[in-house]
């Protein structure tokens, strides 16, 4: 069996080759993208729901601590201690349980 493709001919099929892998590379990156924009977008929905959740239950605590101890004062003191002492446990953590977490999702999302 003899090949009969010319030098001509075979450049031009790599160079077809060579547009068709640029192209399956850009339709990989595309998707890639677009995924972890899709990730980015609807975490931040989640955080702003969480947040609104987090302010209104707040403002609850506040008030329930108030009725318990008697004084709007010291009821919402209270839940700002709760969220002092949350802080200062995040910032004591915050590599183990925020920096981590974070990069491997990301890594997850890019890898995948």
Excluded: C, W
């Amino acid at each position: 069996m003899e090949n009969t493709e010319t030098a001509e001919e075979k450049v031009q099929h790599f160079k077809e080759y060579v547009e068709v892998q640029v192209q399956i590379i850009k339709l990989k990156a595309a998707d890639k993208a677009s995924g972890i924009a899709s990730l980015v977008i609807s975490n931040m929905i989640i955080a702003v729901v969480a947040a609104m959740a987090s302010v209104i239950l707040s403002v609850a605590a506040g008030f329930y601590f108030s009725y318990l101890v008697g004084s709007y004062t010291k009821g919402f003191l209270i839940v700002g201690g709760f969220y002092f002492l949350l802080v200062i446990l995040l910032l004591i953590f915050r590599g183990p349980l925020l920096a981590n977490g974070i990069r491997n999702k990301i890594l997850a999302a890019i890898l995948s």
